[in-house]
């Protein structure tokens, strides 16, 4: 908060000398004999967490050579902290605002809205709590989504080893990733494959190792309407691809299916039409229900949850 409020308060900026030796908490480190390379690592580390919370800490660098960093100037430029002045909430607004902003993990939740957040809870404004007793929470689990949100919110090109089923070795992909988009339960990855030198969607569970950052960049505006032309894509394949299921009433498989189905045709007993994107993502859903549902058709899904199932046989110590 010392560094936050120094740092506000200035228009040219403070060097990093003047911060350790003025600032509190980093003068009496200072004078109790800290060392200067502590202090400064301290720095850099309280610096870094500030912007991980949104706070838009600026660094003014020496203009003829913008990697000397020697005798930068730090600053917080307040027009960045503050919303505007036409925009105002309510005490149930702000309440509804934060428990949004709770619901994602800090580990998916982009750095613009980090900043808005920041901004609001800056206001000052009574809270109406409780509005609800507990939040829901989206977690990330795929580990190289925070790697693709950094390269979008960086506009900056990105490589990794991508397997696809079927194929016994990874592929390199190299992408201009656009839009993180959640469809059926599972985060994908769209952008432009300069590779292929085309459009493409990857399923994050597939990539395999870490997702490397290129330092090509990438024009910002590529990003405008991405994740609504990602969605749509995705839309468009499951809409050609159709499962007819057999499902039992009032089982786990039932309420989950039911809520993405379609009718299905009326000789088909307890029948339901669900659309799927990925056949073999598909076929590891329906094989955790177990009996509870029946794939009809088509007859390559049929075979992918008959294969997962007999493998589960066998792993457990039984014939396929």
Request: proline share 6%; charged share 30%; glycine share 8%.
């Amino acid at each position: 908060m010392n560094l936050v409020v120094a740092l506000m308060a200035t228009e040219q900026g403070l060097t990093k000398d003047t911060i350790l030796s003025s600032v509190a908490g980093y003068r009496e480190q200072l004078e109790a004999g800290a060392s200067k390379d502590a202090l400064e690592k301290m720095f850099e580390r309280d610096k870094e967490n500030l912007r991980g919370l949104g706070v838009p800490i600026e660094t003014i660098g020496n203009r003829a050579d913008p990697d000397d960093l020697r005798e930068a100037r730090y600053r917080v430029p307040t027009a960045e902290y503050a919303l505007p002045d036409d925009i105002s909430f309510s005490p149930a607004e702000v309440a509804l605002l934060n428990i949004a902003g709770g619901v994602w993990g800090s580990e998916s939740l982009s750095a613009d809205a980090r900043s808005g957040l920041r901004k609001i809870r800056a206001l000052g404004i009574p809270v109406d709590e409780p509005i609800i007793g507990y939040a829901p929470r989206i977690r990330v689990r795929d580990s190289s989504f925070p790697t693709l949100q950094r390269a979008i919110e960086q506009n900056r090109v990105v490589t990794f080893t991508y397997l696809r089923p079927g194929e016994a070795q990874p592929r390199e992909r190299r992408i201009r990733p656009l839009a993180l988009v959640e469809y059926e339960a599972r985060w994908h990855v769209y952008g432009f494959d300069l590779i292929m030198d085309a459009d493409r969607t990857f399923l994050l569970s597939r990539i395999v190792g870490d997702v490397t950052l290129r330092r090509e960049k990438f024009a910002p505006e590529l990003l405008e309407g991405a994740g609504e032309r990602a969605v749509e894509g995705l839309r468009a394949v499951a809409a050609r691809q159709r499962a007819l299921l057999e499902v039992h009433p009032g089982t786990e498989a039932s309420l989950r299916l039911a809520r993405r189905a379609q009718e299905a045709p009326q000789d088909v007993p307890q029948g339901i039409v669900v659309p799927y994107v990925d056949l073999h993502v598909f076929a590891d859903e329906l094989a955790s229900y177990g009996p509870e549902v029946r794939v009809v058709e088509p007859a390559d899904l049929r075979a992918e949850v008959i294969r997962r199932l007999e493998a589960t046989v066998v792993l457990h110590g039984g014939a396929a």
